[in-house]
């Protein structure tokens, strides 16, 4: 016989155990079922035998048979090669395995569009005072006093700002005023010069020295010509007063005697 007609021989033989296989346990699973009706209603007929005992062994026989055969499939099929998934590249085909996967696809980053920002900010600065100096004939020469305090004045400026991401790209002005007038100091420098006193006439000349510019006699009393005075002794004419007025002739205080 040639080869080949035993090879077909053979694959009969394993068509046949198999076949023969699943009908031993297609067959054992009815008798499971039959088995379990026969316990159930106390009718032992339906397995052929004559009690409900042996009903009971032969039913747990072929539960035991049909357990056995389910998990001797159960392994054949888990070392069965695993089904492969077709791809289909450029027109050829190629066997790929489902455990691949395949990877994601990149996508593109949106742009992100920058976030600009205007408003508008207030801002104060000082302006600084000025100081000037002037001369006042009523402090003595080589004194000075501030005479008017100086205060610094105020601006206001408004800008517009624009910011992109939370950073300042641009600063305009907008406005700009004077809030506050400063104030200038102004100092006041002395130039008075006291006049040097006059000399006062000596009494050896029968001149009193309390006047000047005139001779006033000495007596006990001496009353301006003229006058409503009573004397004994009159001064006829205009002295400046550069002493005590002991004969009271400078009525008026402007610092000359006998003056009408």
């Known amino acids: ?18 076949l023969m296989w699943r009908i031993l346990v297609l067959g054992a699973a009815v008798v ?22 042996a009903a009971g062994t032969v ?26 998934s077709t791809a289909i ?16 696809t990149a996508t593109s980053t ?27 004939g009523t402090i003595p020469r080589g004194e000075s006093r501030i005479t008017t305090a100086g205060s610094d004045g105020e601006k206001t400026s408004v800008f517009r700002i624009t910011t992109v991401d939370g950073v300042e790209t641009a600063r305009d002005l907008v406005s700009e005023s004077v809030t506050r007038e400063p104030v200038r100091e102004v100092t006041s420098a002395g130039t008075y010069v006291a006049p040097p006193p006059a000399e006062a ?33 009159y001064f006829s004419g205009v002295a400046r007063v550069v002493g005590p007025d002991v004969y009271d002739l400078d009525r008026d205080g402007d610092g000359w005697a006998c003056q009408s």
Request: hydrophobic share 45%; proline share 10%.
């Open 1 to 18: 016989m040639p080869r080949w007609g035993w090879l077909l021989i053979a694959g009969l033989a394993v068509l046949m155990i198999v």
């Open 59 to 84: 039913t747990a026989a072929a539960a035991a048979f049909v357990l056995v055969a389910g998990g001797i499939g159960a392994a054949a099929s888990s070392g069965a090669p695993a089904p492969t």
């Open 89 to 104: 590249v450029a027109g050829s085909t190629a066997s790929v395995p489902p455990t691949m996967k395949s990877e994601p």
């Open 201 to 233: 006439p000596s009494s050896s000349d029968g001149c009193h020295p309390s006047y000047a510019d005139a001779c006033v006699p000495i007596d006990s009393d001496v009353d301006c010509a003229g006058g409503k005075g009573n004397g004994p002794s």
């Open 32 to 53: 499971v079922v039959l088995g379990i009706l026969a316990l159930a209603t106390g009718r032992s007929s339906w397995l052929l035998v004559r009690s409900r005992r």
């Open 110 to 136: 949106p742009t992100r569009t920058p976030v600009t920002v205007l408003r508008e900010e207030t801002v104060t600065a000082p302006i600084p005072f000025e100081k000037i100096s002037i001369e006042d």
